[in-house]
């Protein structure tokens, strides 16, 4: 049996190679004072991630080499145990980064020093944030 390729539409998708093997599209944020310590940045893109890099900028203070927040995919409000269990990457330099070969459409940030800065950069495929699903479970929510 032949397979009916006139119906077939090939596009943009999660489980689509070509939508991650594209230059992404670029996306800039940051901040130059987070705020006080405990304070829980949400950055939401307009299209699923192909990755994202962080920067930590110095603090908007007396200081501006202790710089510290938490990266995590989830709020700590959200349930299950993200901080508590340590779902988190610390970035605790002045300049110190990471990148992140991930699909997703939200990232969170914590502060551990007040008044920490950061900038972000992300490549971002043409994949609506609609197709994307929750991150949860081992190494995201889940208790340690």
Not at 8 to 16: A, Q, V
Not at 100 to 112: A, G, P
Request: charged fraction near 15%; charge should be negative; glycine fraction near 10%.
């Amino acid at each position: 049996m032949a397979l009916n390729q006139t119906n077939y539409k090939y596009g943009t998708g999660l489980r689509n190679v070509g939508s991650y093997q594209m230059s992404g599209h670029p996306f800039v944020t940051g901040s130059n004072n987070m705020g006080a310590v405990d304070t829980e940045w949400k950055i939401s893109f307009p299209f699923v991630t192909k990755s994202i890099t962080i920067i930590s900028s110095g603090t908007f203070g007396a200081n501006p080499t202790e710089n510290q927040f938490k990266v995590h995919f989830n709020s700590n409000s959200d349930p299950g145990d993200v901080l508590d269990a340590a779902h988190f990457i610390t970035l605790d330099s002045d300049e110190d980064s990471m990148t992140f070969d991930v699909k997703c459409k939200e990232i969170y940030l914590t502060t551990v020093t007040e008044g920490s800065g950061f900038q972000l950069y992300a490549s971002l495929t043409n994949i609506d944030t609609a197709h994307m699903y929750t991150l949860t479970g081992s190494g995201l929510t889940d208790p340690a």
